[in-house]
């Protein structure tokens, strides 16, 4: 049976009417740029997440950027992130005119090992950019109290992460990105909260950020041909904002949805490979799933032989960015970064979407199941 990584269009049937209506009215108003439904969705986006703004920006990688300038990062200053993500998370960190630093990971949850960002603190580090991979949270105490206690911006890259939640000791549940300076998300089609097209946010409950956020977005300015900076153009679309609308109303069900496709994937690899471990003060919102194997050999097989049955997967990520020609100047190799490096070798991801039937997860299982033993008997 194919299974795909992803199916788009699984979860459109139930909520067709609502979005064609939405997108209808966009039409019939033609407010492309910057219409209400703008600013209506970045109402209901900041109180979903618990955030005092939220700012629709173009898509994720611009919210990273725009994200980073608003905080005051700029040239000559250092950002530590982790390697094990897409580039956009760097690639902006450079794009200011910043440098990424790469930290390690941790080996159970694949997020920035707070220890190994303290060590590459310099009187430099101006930042800190988590990135809470495939929707597993970071352990944000540990990385709030370092930035903290050295005065540190922390931006968090949820683009793979939103309903996301996180519980700080003696606090409450917080969603994900709502826990730093800013928050920034992705609405490209395939993340939790997919737009029909390019999408991206940026929250914030500091007022000074989302007064820049706004101007960034727009040129630099707040009113017409009237520039106190310099910006970008990068508007949330109109069409975009009144579709995320509709899609806000119903993602809370997807991620219940998600985990409970990763409680049976798991329950079916017991003892077969290693399957996400998420510790108790966390939700993870499953935008991925990530298997670890115990060595590079029975991953690539597994990959092989799903290949072979036709059921997608993908690993994310094959080549972690110290590893990336396009930071070879940083001088990055193998073994500055161990536990990165023996992940990157030994991970690959199934099909993750809320609408897999139970025939699916047991296909997919059952090929992974059949792999290993293949592997183990060569
Ligand atoms: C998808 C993604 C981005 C970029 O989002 P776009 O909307 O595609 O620009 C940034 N960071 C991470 C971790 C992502 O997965």
Redesign the pocket.
């Known amino acids: 049976m194919k299974v795909p990584m992803v199916d788009m269009l699984a979860g459109y049937p139930p909520i067709k009417d609502e979005i064609e209506t939405a997108v209808k009215n966009v039409f019939n108003k033609a407010n492309f740029i910057l219409g209400e439904e703008v600013t209506k969705f970045e109402k209901e986006f900041a109180a979903h997440n618990g955030t005092k703004y939220a700012v629709g920006v173009a898509?994720?990688?611009d919210a990273?950027r725009m994200a980073f300038i608003a905080s005051g990062i700029k040239k000559g200053d250092e950002v530590i992130t982790t390697p094990f993500?897409?580039i956009?998370?760097s690639e902006t960190i450079t794009q200011v005119g910043a440098t990424p630093v790469f930290a390690d990971i941790d080996p159970v949850t694949f997020n920035l090992d707070p220890k190994s960002v303290e060590k590459k603190i310099t009187p430099k580090t101006r930042a800190i950019v988590p990135?809470h991979l495939y929707g597993m949270p970071c352990d944000m105490d540990a990385l709030m109290a370092i930035a903290k206690k050295h005065n540190l911006i922390v931006v968090e890259?949820t683009?793979?992460a939103f309903t996301g939640k996180y519980k700080p000791a003696g606090g409450d549940w917080k969603y994900l990105g709502s826990i730093g300076h800013c928050g920034t998300y992705?609405f490209?089609p395939a993340?939790n909260l997919g737009a029909f097209g390019?999408g991206?946010a940026i929250t914030t409950s500091d007022d000074k950020i989302y007064e820049t956020l706004k101007q960034l977005r727009n040129h630099g300015s707040k009113v017409r041909y009237h520039h106190e900076m310099e910006g970008f153009n990068s508007r949330l679309d109109t069409v975009q904002a009144a579709v995320l609308s509709v899609r806000l109303k119903h993602v809370e069900k997807w991620t219940e949805m998600r985990n409970a496709v990763a409680a049976r994937y798991a329950e079916a690899l017991k003892g077969v490979c290693v399957t996400p471990v998420v510790p108790a003060n966390a939700r993870h919102s499953f935008n991925y799933y990530t298997l670890r194997f115990d060595t590079k050999a029975k991953r690539d097989n597994a990959q092989k032989y799903l290949t072979e049955q036709q059921i997608s997967n993908q690993i994310y990520y094959p080549i972690a960015l110290h590893l990336q020609e396009a930071y070879a100047h940083l001088g990055g190799k193998r073994g500055d970064l161990p536990v990165c490096d023996a992940v990157m070798d030994t991970v690959f991801s199934l099909p993750m979407y809320p609408e897999l039937t139970g025939e699916q997860i047991k296909t997919v299982t059952d090929a992974v199941k059949a792999s290993v033993s293949v592997a183990v008997g060569k």
């Open positions: 898509n994720g990688t990273l993500t897409f956009a998370t990135v890259d683009a793979q992705s490209f993340k390019d991206g």
